[in-house]
């Protein structure tokens, strides 16, 4: 079993839609979450941390399930500049960050 | 601005070649990293290093190997012994795990 697993997608959505992306992890002990945004040919950029209480940054917010050892992201009214493909990261400690392999969204006029 | 920088941003490499990649951060980050990506595929971690002059093999180091001499400094060789090096490899940097990393913008490595 993959340490961070999720589905690849394309995830192919209106302007407008709300998305919503999961992502499961199997080390029980992880101790912190992000979701972070790679754009075609380009390096990943942190986009949110992922917090035990769930936190929101304007469309964007994140939810965390220690219990059911997921994570979710949701994109709320989607644009087109939020065509890019979402990875999940998990923390599995000592500074080392577990990576997953990504969800493509296409977002279309 | 604080940042990590890699160079060169695109590089050919003639098979049966050594190629060394640079990345450097002026972060004040202690801990380093090497990833490679192939196309349509997630991140793979090849080398890190926690603190200077100590570093320790990911999950691909085969082929690859790296020094960390300075903290601010940790290139990446890719040697002969690498069968299939043509990939996208980004270098990262972090001062604490609770923040995530900071990455560079890549080196994509062709080999010709």
């Known amino acids: 079993r993959k340490e961070v697993e999720q589905d690849p997608g394309p995830f192919n959505v209106p302007e407008g839609a709300t998305v919503a992306f999961n992502c499961t992890y199997s080390n029980s002990a992880s101790q912190s979450f992000f979701w972070y945004r790679q754009d075609c040919r380009k390096e990943p950029k942190l986009l949110m941390s992922v917090y035990s209480s769930g936190n929101e940054d304007g469309r964007f917010t994140a939810q965390l399930n220690r219990a059911s050892q997921y994570i979710s992201l949701l994109i709320r009214d989607s644009k087109l500049s939020d065509s890019a493909t979402y990875l999940c990261v998990v923390n599995t400690g000592f500074q080392k960050l577990v990576f997953g392999t990504g969800t493509r969204l296409l977002v279309s006029p | 601005d604080g940042g990590i920088t890699q160079s060169p941003k695109y590089l050919f490499r003639k098979e049966g070649q050594n190629v060394t990649l640079s990345c450097e951060q002026n972060l004040n980050h202690d801990a380093m990293y090497w990833y490679r990506q192939d196309p349509g595929q997630g991140l793979r971690l090849i080398y890190y290093?926690?603190?200077?002059?100590?570093?320790q093999k990911g999950d691909i180091a085969e082929g690859y190997s790296v020094s960390r001499e300075k903290k601010e400094s940790f290139p990446l060789t890719v040697t002969s012994a690498q069968k299939n090096p043509t990939a996208f490899y980004l270098c990262?940097?972090?001062?604490?795990?609770?923040?995530?990393?900071?990455f560079g913008s890549g080196t994509r490595l062709t080999v010709v």
């Open positions: 990262a940097s972090s001062g604490d795990g609770r923040y995530g990393y900071t």
């Open positions: 290093s926690q603190i200077v002059n100590d570093f």
